[in-house]
C-alpha cells in the first residue's frame, strides 16, 4: 500500500475507524480497488459506499476510464457483490495480471457512464 501508485483512503467517526480503502493505477486509463473493508459496526450504515464513492471520484479525477476489482467468491463475500453491482460494476474476466481462480470473482465499471 505504500507504492507510489497506491493510493490509501481511511474514514473515521472520531476515534473510531469505520472503512479503509485503496486505489491503484493499472495503466493510464485503469484502476483497480484495492483493500476495501468495513469495521463490523459500521457495516449497512453507508460507510463502505461512502468510501467506494471516493474511490470512483478519485479515478475519474485521475482520467480513469475503467475501474476494476477482485474479490472473494464465497457466500462471505456476497455482500460486498451487492455493494459493487449498487455501484454499477459488473462481472468480468481477470485482468491485469491476474488469473481465473475459482475462489475469485472479478468485476469492472466502465467510468464513462
Known sequence: MQAP????WTAWDHDTLLAVGALKRLADDHGEVKSMHT??????????????????????????????LETGSWDYFLPAHALYRKHGFVE???FGDYAPDPNSVFMTLDLGR
Open 39 to 68: 469495521a463490523r459496526q459500521a457495516r449497512r450504515q453507508g460507510a463502505a459506499s461512502a468510501m467506494l464513492r471516493t474511490i470512483i471520484a478519485a479515478a475519474r479525477g485521475r482520467g480513469m476510464s475503467r475501474l476494476s
Open 92 to 94: 468480468c474476466q481477470p
Open 5 to 8: 501508485d497506491v493510493t490509501f
